[in-house]
């Protein structure tokens, strides 16, 4: 393969040509592999988050599950908020607001909705979270920043080898490369901007000091203020490319193998080279991956109702009584409507517990397979993204990316051999016997001068 960047046909100028490719993603997110990776994620994420909410709500800092809503609210009015506690962990009503605001958006797709104000609602309760428990968060997002740097990197690595050779890589390379690029390049490329965030406004805090001088500081506060002001511009400049660009950090990572620097820089500028192209390409994604899970989530809604209804007839003939109400027992362990995927929320009754235990168990692994499914497409359309920008502004073929075999474990030597030693070179053969046949005293001929 070589190196050498290819040029751009005329049909690929225009952004509408070469965005079809994104229509590709929803082959590569729905492989068993990524999907597996990103139920694990998630799985790793709700253990966190509810290990978190034991121990608050056993120290008697539980919140009220409406407490977000109360919030947004005093935000949007400038009147003062006052959380009220409550019995509810701080994750769960979280976790619950974010997947409500989040299957909104995509439901605004198809449906009527705001997708501006569905979004503000996310940003909201993340600032909720940020400055109303700054301990949990200290602890919380840490940790999400460290399950999801390898569970995304695992998927942006398969999905790159797939978008660039159509080849499918076990979860165990692409492990084997998460592992040699995590903490210097998946760990640390998200948090670099913010890093340099920090940094650029400690030095401004430093600034602000200098002009609290009285006199002095007066004139050379003054003097120098432009220099505040590119300082500022520097923060809106990171904070709009990390905001913009930050779906591509990993990807960088997954296909080049670069660094953290390297990533977000390649993020920066691809964004700010070419914004209308990366935005045109970002639409069309949100759009084809919300159409295609609805997809997905209207056959698992009837994967579900169909197993419903057709077990409940068979478990009629044992009833239940909840209230004042005799209903069929699996209506009992397993209440059913068709009004969107949620998670069972039953009471058992009696022995019940164990069959409703297990159901419960089957139900929610579908819907948690319906989640990891629009997780999959997240970071498999960022690493499509990542290709066609990388092809629109370095001119690079799709099929260039960091050499796979590099990165899969290496066999263990045979045994008796240590690592690193060279084997021992084979004895050379001995020489043949010497003829015995004629004289004895038979001399070979010399050789004339």
Same mark, same amino acid.
């Not at 690193?420 to 038979?442: I, L, R």
């Given at each position: 393969m070589?190196?050498?960047?290819?040029?751009?046909?005329?049909? @690929?100028k225009?952004?509408?040509?070469?965005?079809? &490719?994104?229509f590709?993603?929803?082959?590569i997110?729905?492989?068993?592999? &990524?999907?597996?990776?990103?139920l694990?994620?998630?799985?790793?994420t709700?253990?966190?988050?509810?290990?978190?909410d034991?121990?608050?709500?056993?120290?008697?800092?539980?919140?009220?599950?409406?407490?977000?809503?109360?919030?947004?609210t005093?935000?949007?009015?400038?009147?003062?908020?006052?959380?009220t506690?409550?019995?509810?962990?701080?994750?769960?009503?979280?976790?619950?607001?974010?997947r409500?605001?989040?299957?909104t958006?995509?439901?605004?797709?198809?449906l009527?909705?705001?997708?501006?104000?569905?979004?503000?609602?996310?940003?909201?309760?993340?600032?909720w979270m940020?400055?109303c428990?700054p301990r949990?968060?200290l602890?919380?997002?840490?940790?999400?920043?460290?399950?999801?740097?390898?569970?995304?990197?695992?998927?942006?690595?398969?999905a790159?080898?797939?978008?660039?050779?159509?080849?499918?890589?076990?979860?165990?390379?692409?492990?084997?490369?998460?592992r040699?690029?995590y903490w210097?390049?998946?760990?640390?490329?998200?948090?670099?901007?913010?890093?340099?965030?920090?940094?650029?406004?400690?030095?401004?805090?430093?600034?602000g000091?200098?002009?609290?001088?009285?006199?002095f500081?007066?004139?050379?506060?003054?003097?120098?203020?432009?220099?505040?002001?590119?300082?500022?511009l520097?923060?809106?400049?990171?904070?709009?490319?990390?905001?913009a660009?930050?779906v591509?950090?990993?990807?960088?990572?997954a296909?080049e193998?670069?660094s953290?620097?390297d990533?977000?820089?390649?993020?920066?500028?691809?964004?700010?080279t070419?914004?209308?192209?990366?935005?045109?390409?970002?639409?069309?994604?949100?759009?084809?991956?919300?159409?295609?899970?609805?997809?997905?989530?209207?056959?698992?809604?009837?994967?579900?109702?169909?197993?419903?209804?057709?077990?409940?007839?068979?478990?009629?003939?044992?009833?239940?009584?909840?209230?004042?109400?005799?209903?069929? &027992?699996?209506?009992?362990?397993?209440?059913? @409507? /068709?009004?969107?995927?949620? /998670?069972?929320?039953?009471?058992?009754?009696?022995?019940?517990?164990?069959?409703?235990?297990?159901i419960?168990?089957?139900?929610?692994?579908?819907?948690?397979l319906?989640w990891?499914?629009?997780?999959?497409?997240?970071?498999?359309?960022?690493?499509?993204?990542?290709?066609?920008?990388?092809?629109?502004?370095?001119?690079?073929?799709?099929?260039?990316?960091?050499?796979?075999?590099?990165?899969?474990?290496?066999?263990?030597?045979?045994?008796?051999?240590?690592?690193?030693?060279?084997?021992p070179?084979?004895e050379?053969?001995a020489?043949?016997?010497?003829?015995?046949?004629?004289?004895?005293?038979?001399?070979?001929?010399?050789?004339? @001068?």
């Amino acid at each position: 393969m070589s190196d050498a960047p290819s040029t751009v046909t005329p049909s @690929e100028k225009f952004p509408g040509a070469d965005c079809v &490719k994104i229509f590709g993603t929803f082959r590569i997110a729905r492989q068993p592999g &990524k999907i597996l990776v990103a139920l694990l994620g998630l799985v790793a994420t709700l253990i966190w988050g509810s290990l978190l909410d034991l121990i608050w709500t056993g120290a008697k800092k539980g919140v009220d599950p409406e407490v977000i809503t109360a919030y947004s609210t005093s935000r949007y009015e400038e009147s003062g908020f006052e959380e009220t506690k409550g019995d509810a962990g701080i994750y769960e009503v979280y976790s619950r607001h974010l997947r409500g605001r989040v299957r909104t958006i995509v439901e605004s797709v198809i449906l009527s909705g705001d997708t501006v104000t569905e979004f503000g609602g996310i940003c909201q309760a993340t600032s909720w979270m940020l400055r109303c428990h700054p301990r949990f968060s200290l602890l919380f997002f840490p940790g999400l920043l460290l399950i999801w740097a390898c569970a995304g990197g695992m998927i942006c690595r398969m999905a790159a080898v797939d978008f660039a050779r159509g080849e499918t890589i076990t979860a165990r390379e692409s492990f084997a490369f998460v592992r040699r690029h995590y903490w210097g390049g998946f760990l640390l490329a998200p948090i670099a901007p913010v890093i340099g965030i920090i940094f650029i406004g400690l030095l401004l805090v430093l600034g602000g000091l200098v002009l609290a001088i009285p006199y002095f500081g007066d004139v050379l506060g003054g003097l120098f203020f432009f220099l505040a002001l590119v300082g500022g511009l520097a923060v809106a400049v990171l904070w709009v490319g990390w905001f913009a660009g930050g779906v591509l950090f990993w990807p960088a990572i997954a296909v080049e193998g670069s660094s953290s620097f390297d990533a977000f820089a390649t993020g920066f500028h691809y964004v700010y080279t070419r914004p209308w192209r990366a935005a045109w390409y970002g639409l069309v994604a949100f759009v084809y991956g919300a159409v295609c899970w609805l997809v997905v989530h209207f056959f698992a809604h009837l994967t579900l109702l169909a197993t419903h209804k057709c077990v409940g007839i068979g478990a009629a003939a044992a009833s239940r009584t909840v209230g004042d109400d005799k209903v069929a &027992k699996l209506d009992a362990i397993w209440p059913y @409507e /068709f009004r969107g995927l949620a /998670f069972p929320d039953v009471t058992w009754h009696g022995g019940d517990w164990i069959s409703g235990l297990l159901i419960f168990i089957w139900v929610c692994l579908v819907i948690g397979l319906v989640w990891s499914f629009l997780v999959s497409y997240f970071f498999s359309a960022g690493t499509a993204i990542y290709f066609l920008l990388r092809r629109a502004v370095d001119l690079t073929d799709y099929e260039q990316i960091e050499e796979i075999e590099e990165y899969v474990d290496e066999a263990p030597p045979p045994a008796g051999e240590t690592p690193g030693e060279a084997p021992p070179a084979p004895e050379a053969p001995a020489p043949p016997p010497a003829a015995t046949g004629g004289d004895s005293d038979s001399r070979p001929s010399e050789s004339p @001068e």
